[in-house]
């Protein structure tokens, strides 16, 4: 059960011929998928295409009707590799994931996959996590296009082009029998916009029936002497069957415009922005009508050099607005121009920035600069931010940044509270970190982790420091990460090469960072998935000797583990598996039940934490070893002290963890944990009545001696 | 409405984790659909959840218009600088990250946005006060935006019952910023069939504050001195001390030398808070002589006045049985359950934390004892089972209270603890070197300095440590240079808790006393 459900909205994924579809770029992903007689879909969850994946789950109704199978792939090398279907048979198929990362992942299969080619059609839905909001390292998926020979499609951000795309892939695909690459750009995911729909089609071959009736052919397999023939049918056969169905139905596109001497080629993805900078900028008005004409560039590779030519032939200069980098699209470009000896010029980088995220802001300058230089007489009209720019450079330093973190009651938290509290006795050791929430931990408060490798490669990453020494190397993985690859690449590694590193696998149920999906290792049960396989069993499944499974929150019993492991003497690597259930999932799943139980009048006991107002010093050591949203800070209430005091607001969901950070850290006595009775029984009331008697005449004794002396 | 679009409207929420900005995001697309306009939204999924900042950006059209001109709009996925005609903002510091975007700019841009912080954990974790001042950001918001609506949207959730996004509907709904009218607003609500009583009383506060122009903006935490007014005396021994101070003391200095003595009376007894004000006196004396030999800098009770507030949060140090007093007072108790948030008759349970370490059982033992105790190896090891782990004591079962109670009632033997000898030698030292430092700048930075010593376990020591460390760097600079020095390493002591911030102003300091 992922942290967002789509159960209502995949009801409208049924709707046929001549209705309208209204949804966001993802569900828009899928009616197309199902429009297009699709057999079978897979994929591994990532921003920003994790929700497509969600989708993909709670439509499961819809899918089986249409006999479509869809699989949450172990990984994206899984859920390319399930692209040989497309291969024998005219299966068509889709597989997504977050690229370029997973695209690295899944290259292997993507490699064989395009050097035989396929029958089907295959399109590989990439979300591109380039620019704002982003969490990997920039790179362009481009290249992969590239250097396999895959073809790739980067429509513009608008639900009804997203499907248009996506239907042109599958018939790209099999016109070329090359493996398309779909972009979904961050922001395209979560466009809302409508189309109108047509009928959903069952797949004119079933996966039984192709399963039952095998087909082999030889010449598809990548082994001498097929792969040799391979490379020549890429550039002799399928790379022009791909150009005269690029060309044929018009997947890019010219606007016109006034001007002979100027135009404009922009990568489909950015077309929007374009639109509305040039707006700004008076050279085009927000309905898309340009004085510059423009090429819009819906497949970014391969490039169709008569189109490229033709758009060209006869203007002065000619701006590329290619966004990342290398810039593949200018050096492929200015090639072809050479090759037809035509003088245009191509401004690209140089006049744009050479990396980072094309803005706004920054196409606006772009602009600016290259039509001034061509158009001596024109102007740029006025920036309206030019006349308060001294006014907002003033606020600089008063806009505080608001990194990400581990939500509220997360059980990862205490996790590195203790890994804190233990370097603070033994002294830092070396952490390899990994990819998931727990990568947080190298932000404030904790500020912890040297590097991280790539997905499940946390053990991997501290391999080398195999070597006897007194500090064993730390590594970090997530329960995502150990299912993707860890349990091969890292613990398995470890226990082969004999290192003696320590591993904390953060077991939380879920593929927590992606946004909650269920895991092998999760503890619900899952229609149509085997879930419940402990962590621990698969570590000494696979030869490690010393495994513990601990509960996070657990401070004490986690630091004393983590002395523990990195004092054993034994060889061979220590897992340590920290345990606790993702608290935005278990939130999700027991608050609404609780908020029943409470409104039944069933007798609930709900936990929340408290500092003292008086005792609290101002120091914030608390939050220095916690982070928690929930612990906060306020206006110091009293009168002679000025430093704000911790305060836990109303967000705090009792997880335990100030509490126990209190205790073990030794800090001051100001936190408490108030348990709320909700119902109350009649035990209940009866003894806090008798308690609140007798306490209530205890303080009235103090209070009246109190009194006296005041 | 017959206005001519020649561009789409843009509204961009700037939302944190939780705040529902996807909520507001779908509310927003739903009322323009269901009036005529065509809506595209866009966001980012997953960045807010993990309490980062993050932009919903939403643009609308209108159906009729498209339909006559035959021309659909191009909509962007990201609001465009200086293009934006509504924002809104449901925290204040996201304010300021939306005008840094360029999101606010004149003539064009609506700005809503919620007075309350959240803070990030840089204002946090900082170990003193880390708080960044939101005043600036108040002015040029004022000064950027075409209109500016701000009050605190939280707080009308919370009175109201329902969530912020509802509040900031109203808000949205009252600017008149998007051209549809009040039912419009709330019927989308309604047909959310959520919560539906709750939002509409969200909306209706929202629709409410945003339709007063700016309302008065909570300035920013007062860095400054705290005004304070004379506190009310409980019972005679207080008016007694009262009477003195009114006497004594200059006017200027009554009303914090009042809660002082009040907080020392409460913390002892009278003859202790009477010992605070003549400590105090001194102090005045001293200052006021400094002032007749014209050494005064432009605060003349500067120093009188620092020493009032820190004197009596030295004299009233929080050892175990002043926390068991505050623990069981019934004023606690009922803040407690007014921060529970408990109906009068419902039963809450309170568990305390406390990690009471060898060091404190020390300090509440007789002195002689405790100070043989702590020298004493066997004794520590000997105590280590029943102290090396936190307790938890139940404050509302009997047990417990009568515990802490018993232990509050230690204080009338305090004044024979080992802490409070050690805790009289620190205070007596520090007003000794207030008043040797014979020049007020100095007396000041040293009167400051002592703010460090405080709290429990780690903190106290670390503290304690810092400061002794301060003293003995300073000691025989001239005064000038020691004021400048000692108020550095103050800075210096509170900069990270590790303590290398420190180490390097110490080691600084040290090598320049030397070459110099």
Known sequence: MAERSFKKEVEQLRIGEGEVFNGEGILAVTKALLQSGVAYVGGYQGAPISHLMDVLTDARDVLDELGVHFETSASEAAAAAMGAASVNYPLRGAVTWKSTVGTNVASDALANLSSGGVKGGLVVIVGEDYGEGSSIMQERTHAFAMKSQMWMIDPPPHVASIVEAVEHAFELSEASNTPVFLQLRIRSCHVSGSFIASDNRKPPLSLREAAENPNRDTSRIVLPPASFLHEQEKVNQRWPAAVEYIQKHGLNKVFSGESQELGIIVQGGLYNTLIRTMERLGLADAFGKTRLPIYQLNVPYPLIDEEIESFCAGKQAVLLVEEGQPNYLEQNINSILRQHDTTTKLIGKGTFPKAGEYTSEVMRKGLISFVSRFEPGWQAPQDPLHSISALVAGIADHVPPRPPGLCIGCPERPVFTALKLMQKELGDFHISADIGCHLFSILPPFNMGNTTMGYGLGTAGASAFNTPSSKPPISIMGDGGFWHNGLTSGIGNAVFNKNDGLTIVIDNNYAAATGGQDLLSGKNEVRNRSTQHPIEKAVRGIGVDWARTVKTYDIGKMRSTLKEALSNKEKGPKVLVAQSECMLNRERREKPLVRKDIAAGKRVIQERFGVDEQTCTGDHACIRLSGCPSLTIKPNPDPLKSKPIAFVDNSCVGCGNCGEVAHEAVLCPSFYKGQIVFNPSGWDRMLWSVRSRVIGWLQAGTERRRLKMA | ?516
Request: contains cysteine; neutral net charge; charged residues 20%.
């Open chain 2, 1 to 516: 409405m017959e206005h001519k679009f020649e561009r789409p409207l843009t509204v961009a929420i700037m939302a944190l984790g939780g705040q529902g900005g996807g909520v507001l995001t779908k509310w927003l697309v739903d009322i323009a659909q269901s009036n005529g306009y065509l809506a595209q939204s866009t966001y980012v999924a997953g960045v807010a959840q993990r309490t980062g900042a993050t932009v919903y950006c939403v643009e609308l059209f209108p159906e009729k218009q498209m339909r006559e001109s035959g021309r659909e709009p191009v909509f962007t996925t990201y609001p465009v600088p200086g293009d934006v005609d509504l924002v809104v903002a449901g925290e204040f510091a996201e304010t300021g990250r939306a005008i840094q975007k360029g999101f606010v700019t004149p003539n064009i841009t609506t700005l809503i946005a919620s007075t309350h912080r959240v803070y990030t954990i840089t204002e946090k974790s900082a170990m003193g006060d880390g708080i960044i001042d939101q005043a600036p950001v108040v002015e040029v918001a004022s000064k950027v935006a075409r209109k500016f609506i701000a009050f605190d949207m939280e707080e009308c959730a919370e009175q109201t019952g329902s969530i912020i996004s509802s509040v900031m509907l109203g808000a949205i709904a009252a600017s008149g910023a998007l051209p549809f009218a009040r039912e419009a607003f709330e019927n989308t609500i309604r047909a959310g069939a959520k919560a539906v009583a709750a939002n509409l009383a969200g909306f209706q506060a929202g629709f409410e504050q945003g339709s007063q122009t700016v309302a008065a903006l909570g300035a920013a935490p007062a860095r400054t001195r705290k005004v304070l007014s004379m506190p009310e005396a409980e019972g005679p021994n207080g008016k007694a001390l009262l009477e003195r101070i009114r006497r004594e003391l200059p006017p200027s200095l009554q009303a914090i030398a009042a809660h002082g003595a009040l907080r020392a009376l409460d913390y002892q007894d009278v003859a202790y808070a009477g010992l605070y004000l003549d400590r105090l006196h001194q102090v005045i004396r001293y200052e006021q002589s400094l002032a007749a030999k014209k050494q005064a800098s432009t605060e003349p009770d500067a120093v009188s006045h620092e020493v009032a507030r820190e004197l009596a949060l030295q004299m009233c140090y929080e050892d175990t049985i002043r926390v068991a007093e505050i623990k069981t007072s019934g004023q606690r108790m009922r803040g407690v359950r007014s921060h529970l948030n408990v109906t009068q008759q419902q039963p809450a349970h309170v568990v305390e934390y406390f990690h009471p370490r060898f060091e404190e059982l020390c300090d509440t033992l007789p002195r002689s004892l405790g100070k043989r105790m702590l020298q004493s190896n066997s004794a520590r090891r000997w105590m280590q089972p029943f102290l090396g782990k936190g307790r938890n004591i139940t404050t509302t079962n009997v047990i417990g209270y009568a515990q802490l109670t018993l232990l509050a009632k230690l204080k009338r033997w305090r004044r024979g603890t080992y802490r409070f000898t050690t805790q009289t030698r620190l205070i007596e030292d520090w007003l000794a070197h207030v008043q040797a430092a014979a020049d007020t700048d100095y007396s000041l930075a040293i009167a400051q300095c002592i703010g460090m010593v405080k709290g429990y376990g780690d903190t106290y020591e670390r503290g304690l440590h810092r400061y002794q460390q301060i003293l003995s760097a300073v000691e025989e600079l001239p005064p000038q240079r020691a004021a400048a020095l000692t108020r550095q390493l103050n800075q210096a002591a509170q900069a990270d808790e590790e303590g290398k911030v420190f180490a390097e102003a110490l080691n600084k300091a040290r090598l320049e006393n030397h070459a110099g």
